[in-house]
């Protein structure tokens, strides 16, 4: 009988099925890895356990405890802390304050007590072997040290079990030491942890069990000394999509984007040549630049510095200017700039085509239809009639709805910031293989994302950035997980790092 | 007996998605059995007249057709307070016009520049100095008035036409007749139907067609529904959310226009007043949603013409004095909005609970079988 149990677990939003019949088990004081590609379903799972959102079927039992209805408060007072992946701590406040946030210490006369709160969050500290003033402010902490501090707050609230999103994503190889070295620590005082991520070496490193989810469903579970990464990778992708090479090497064509020193919002003096029909990725840890260049190539963010040229053209003004000179761009985080919710299918595929043609007002209905059905097919998009609404769709049908958005403007370059986010596993190796599709039609694609091994199934170049310059370019045979991962945590300019690469 | 259930659900289905598309139409198609009743119920029959008299009414056509501005402005998630004080403005402008030239042509475009211009005003400081739209429309609901209240009393009455602060068609005029004679206050033989209505109606085909059929159209629902997508698929935003402004001043102006035409004269301290909330109450009506985005602009017109029927239903019960009129022309707006807000978030309740109670009894079914 371990801490936690969740058995039987479904849930669905709206038609979309985001977890079949799942169970997830963990000891009392081990390290549980979850496992799974993006929209697996472990964020799902998770935001169940903590009682963000309510679950179709299934039981969770934690601590000896039925849980029918979790709300977040019953959970946080059961014992669960979530470490999200983007920190949550106030960033106004001083280190103390937030592990006191709302559960302040006060004097007699209602006043806070500040000096017993410095006080104890010094000895929570010490306890943990974090090495951290209380006192000072936290927007003046590292990333990793706000992950400290959040785990450290979560532990002095009693939390049993913390579960920790990709805890590694934005820490450096000492960093990452260190963060194990705590979670040892913990472990050993009895405290679980479900621990997310998608390096296997570190899960190999670190994790006891491991459980494996797929498009929703439970697919394995087990000691992590009894498997293999191969086993996990295979369990976490499925057959069909593992190792599947997509990548033709093509002629390409002259240079068509060009960057000359360009310095912007996050980053400064980058130079870069893309030639046509090439797909270059770009790849770097949270906030190295890779997508502010991207949103400066579109004219959504400005530049100080530096020319962009477009077929020998100089660019420069905002988003339709860049239009014209048929470029085009996915943006992230498809809910907050893309879908437009009140409208359906057909008029989220024709709106940035409609601001392009805007001389022209009259809208051809028929010819919208035609046209919308081409892309349909070639993009192979799962929709019903294309007077449904958007919302209707899958995410990885919105994305393709909305890349068809961008399909329909003729652009010759589509620059695609993160696409394959909040999508299945199936509809994401459909992206990719499109991808190669419209290089090959001549399309010159770049494509910011952090998954280097979709990287590598189809880019000609990967280039890396680290705290916005670019830190290596990689040509196609070159690419692998961990140099990109050196370069992009800048490891390889530290000891430890250097080491490791030889 | 399943036959029939399945008829009975078929046409249920049917109603219902008709009901969420034209909710406007079943709305005002109550709102008018209600006032057939209430005139019966007052001794007297319901006749032609009553809906001549409706589409006749300033409510219906001076309200509706700012209301449709107003639409096109709350679709991009922004509101315009100041329609009121801007007609009494394109009325003045308009009246001394026709006084000064005696053109009809001049009169009409003098009044449709003014609001274009007040507009202009609105939309610029809203839309490019990004001040909230909601703080400049007061501040300009104001400034319009009063300039008219001075304005009034500074003019040689020989151009205002009256001189007791108010402006005045001048009956001497030779295009009087026409104006407010034929056109004003004159309907279509046969049918009864008012001219001004006419012009009420070719107004509401025409936005709707711009925004149906147009890009331009597209864009203005796109920016209300999700502006950051919009700004990133290339469309001006700012130039849509100026334009509208725009649009709703041209409207006024065709509005204050017809007003000249239909009373002769306006009165700055009175014409007018909560003409902004009429307009918000009329678009509330027609279904369109406050949070922006979407709406059919068809409701608008229908919204008109049921806060015009509620009106004279209020006015026909003779136990209501009109004092405690806004009162339930209050009422209504409250029970529309909230049958707008809150009908799909109790119908999601119900859909969830009927969901835990199948799963519930799928369970205990599976339970009893493993069981047996």
Redesign the interface.
């Known amino acids: 009988m371990g801490i936690l149990e969740m058995q039987h677990i479904s849930k669905a939003f709206g038609g979309v099925i985001a977890l079949t019949d799942v169970h997830l088990t963990v000891e009392a004081g081990e390290i549980h890895a979850l496992l799974g590609e993006n929209g697996a379903g472990k964020s799902t799972l998770m935001n169940i356990l903590t009682g963000v959102i309510t679950t179709?079927?299934g039981e969770i039992l934690f601590d000896g405890k039925s849980y029918p209805n979790p709300t977040i408060a019953m959970m946080e007072r059961a014992g669960i802390a979530f470490v999200h992946q983007e920190v949550n701590v106030v960033n106004d406040l001083a280190v103390f304050e937030n592990i006191f946030l709302n559960r302040e210490l006060k004097t007699k006369l209602g006043l806070l007590n500040r000096k017993q709160m410095i006080e104890e969050a010094g000895q929570l500290f010490t306890r943990l072997g974090v090495d951290m003033d209380p006192c000072s402010m936290v927007s003046e902490l590292k990333t990793s040290q706000k992950q400290l501090l959040e785990i450290s707050r979560a532990l002095h609230a009693n939390a049993k079990m913390l579960i920790l999103d990709e805890p590694t994503t934005a820490l450096s190889t000492q960093e990452v030491e260190h963060l194990f070295g705590i979670l040892r620590k913990l472990k050993a005082q009895g405290h679980s942890f479900i621990f997310i991520s998608h390096k296997m070496p570190e899960i190999f490193e670190i994790a006891d069990r491991y459980t494996v989810l797929r498009n929703g469903m439970f697919i394995s579970s087990g000691f992590i000394t009894d498997t293999t990464p191969h086993q996990i990778a295979t369990d976490m992708v499925g057959e069909q999509y593992l190792d599947k090479d997509y990548y033709i090497p093509r002629p390409l064509g002259e240079t068509i984007v060009e960057l000359r020193n360009v310095t912007g919002r996050g980053f400064s003096d980058v130079s870069l040549e893309i030639k046509k029909g090439e797909i270059i990725a770009f790849t770097g840890l949270a906030g190295c630049g890779a997508s502010e260049i991207m949103q400066t190539m579109f004219g959504?963010l400005p530049f100080e510095g530096g020319v962009i040229r477009v077929e020998g053209k100089s660019l420069r003004g905002a988003?339709?200017h860049f239009?014209k000179s048929k470029i085009a761009?996915l943006?992230s985080n498809r809910k907050?700039?893309?879908?437009?919710?009140?409208?359906d299918i057909l008029?989220n595929t024709?709106?940035?085509e409609?601001?392009?043609?805007?001389k022209?007002?009259?809208?051809s209905t028929k010819h919208e239809l035609t046209r919308y059905e081409d892309l349909k097919k070639l993009l192979w998009i799962k929709a019903g009639s294309p007077k449904e609404s958007i919302l209707s769709l899958s995410g990885g049908n919105q994305q393709k709805v909305f890349l068809a958005?961008w399909l329909n403007t003729d652009a010759d370059v589509l620059l695609l910031d993160n696409p394959t986010q909040g999508v299945d596993v199936g509809a994401k190796a459909e992206i990719y293989r499109l991808i190669l599709e419209f290089a090959a039609r001549g399309m010159t694609v770049i494509i910011n994302t952090l998954e280097i091994p979709e990287i590598k199934k189809v880019s000609d170049r990967c280039v890396v950035f680290f705290e916005g310059h670019v830190a290596k370019i990689f040509q196609h045979d070159e690419i692998n997980e961990q140099d990109v991962m050196l370069y992009s945590t800048n490891a390889i300019n530290t000891r430890g790092g250097a080491n490791h690469a030889g | 007996m399943r036959a029939n259930k399945g008829v009975f659900a078929g046409i249920g289905s049917l109603l219902s998605k008709a009901w969420k598309r034209y909710s406007f139409i079943f709305v005002f198609a109550i709102v008018l059995l209600v006032y057939a009743f209430t005139i019966e119920a007052n001794g007297n029959t319901f006749k032609w007249g009553h809906i001549t008299a409706i589409l006749a009414s300033q409510n219906t056509v001076i309200v509706g057709t700012m209301a449709l501005g107003m639409a096109l402005v709350i679709i991009t998630g922004q509101i315009d307070l100041s329609v009121g004080s801007a007609l009494v403005l394109c009325s003045g402008v308009s009246i001394m016009a026709f006084n000064l030239t005696n053109s009809v042509i001049i009169t009409l475009l003098a009044a449709v520049a003014a609001g274009a211009l007040c507009g202009l005003i609105n939309g610029v400081l809203a839309g490019y100095a990004k001040m909230p739209p909601f703080i400049v429309t007061l501040g300009t609901m104001l400034i319009y008035r009063s300039l008219m209240l001075s304005v009034v009393r500074e003019i040689d009455p020989a151009i205002t036409g009256s001189s007791s602060s108010q402006f005045a068609l001048l009956s001497e005029n030779s295009s009087y007749d026409f104006l407010r004679m034929k056109f004003g206050t004159g309907s279509l033989p046969g049918v009864s139907i008012p001219y001004i209505t006419f012009v009420f109606v070719a107004v509401m085909l025409i936005i709707l067609l711009v925004s149906r059929r147009t890009k331009y159209g597209k864009s203005v629902y796109a920016v209300g529904s999700n502006e950051k997508a919009a700004f990133l698929a290339g469309i001006n935003v700012q130039g849509v959310k100026v334009s509208v402004f725009v649009i709703t001043g041209i409207l006024v102006g065709i509005a204050a226009f017809v007003q000249a035409c239909k009373i002769g004269n306006v009165t700055p301290a009175s014409s007018g007043k909560s003409y902004e909330m009429y307009a918000i109450a009329a678009v509330v009506l027609g279904g369109i949603g406050m949070s922006g985005g979407k709406g059919n602009l068809l409701g608008v017109f229908f919204g008109a013409l049921s806060y015009t029927t509620i009106n004279f239903i209020i006015v026909s019960i003779p136990a209501l004095t009109t004092d405690i009129q806004d009162t339930f022309q209050g009422l209504v707006l409250i029970v529309v909005i909230l049958v707008q807000t809150v009908g799909p978030v109790l119908k999601e309740r119900f859909a969830e609970a009927r969901k835990r109670r199948l799963t519930r009894k799928v369970a205990r079914k599976e339970l009893a079988d493993s069981k047996a």
Not at chain 1, 336 to 343: I, K, L, Q, R, Y
Not at chain 1, 360 to 363: A, H, S, T
């Open positions: 179709d079927t959504v988003i339709p239009m761009m943006p907050e700039n893309s879908v437009v919710p009140d409208m008029d024709c709106i940035a409609h601001a392009l043609s805007k022209q007002q009259m809208i958005r």
